[in-house]
């Protein structure tokens, strides 16, 4: 479940800055990124068992707003490993500016691979977004026909909202609602709805972001099997882009 750390509209916004590849040719960057966590949460439920999760990825941008990129992390969802130790995520997709003022729009294609996945459902499944920005302010709507592993239709709300406190430290805000398909198979209850949070600042020295966040959710234990992977928890997370 790809980590929205790096948020669609963030991305696309640093790739269409781009270089010259060649004279008479578009402009394209390609960029990449490595990550260690001290938890892997995603929509704030754990995808590591608490643990920490090595992660990385890299991204294609193109002059006309397109861009297309991949990332993965490693992840533990049982003690046999039957569910799969990785991750990786396909995504394309489409940003830019509206005229020539500070909202832009996004709009992308995710497909989440879980290689080694012998559960009785795959977790594999694909989601549709579409985003909306303005300044340091970003809203998203995602959508799934077939949410992880086969549990029926999934839509996301998200709000995220940054703002520099100095030049090298920043404040990133998140909140996000979840809608799962009642009594679709993803939580262990008959909870259909729930909210992740997360409070985090990001320092950058020397090419590195080291960042600290508080995340969390309002599910319980039994929401998520008997575990703790929804309570609130501290996340360090080292991460330099490439």
Known sequence: MLNKKLLPVAIATALTAGFTAAPAQAEVEVSGNIALTSDYRFRGISQSDEDIAVQGGFDVGFESGFYIGTWGSSVDFDDD???GSLELDYYAGWAGNI???DFGIDVAYFYYDYPGDDGDSEGDYQEFYIGT???DLSLGLTYSDDYYAGTDEFWYIAGDYS???????????HVGYNMLEENGGFLS???DVYFDYSVGV???????????????????EDD??????ADDTAVFTIAKSL
């Not at 990001?202 to 966040?213: C, E, I, K």
């Not at 998520?224 to 992977?229: E, I, L, S």
Request: net charge negative; proline share 0%; aromatic share 16%.
């Open 99 to 101: 005229g020539d003022t």
């Open 133 to 135: 920005s303005w300044k």
């Open 202 to 220: 990001t320092y950058s020295w020397s090419g590195v972001d080291f960042s600290l966040a508080w995340v969390g959710t309002d599910l319980d």
């Open 224 to 229: 998520v099997f008997g575990t703790d992977w």
């Open 81 to 83: 490993g039957s569910l």
């Open 163 to 173: 703002f520099g406190l100095m030049d090298s430290l920043t404040v990133d805000l």
């Open 189 to 191: 209850s008959d909870e």
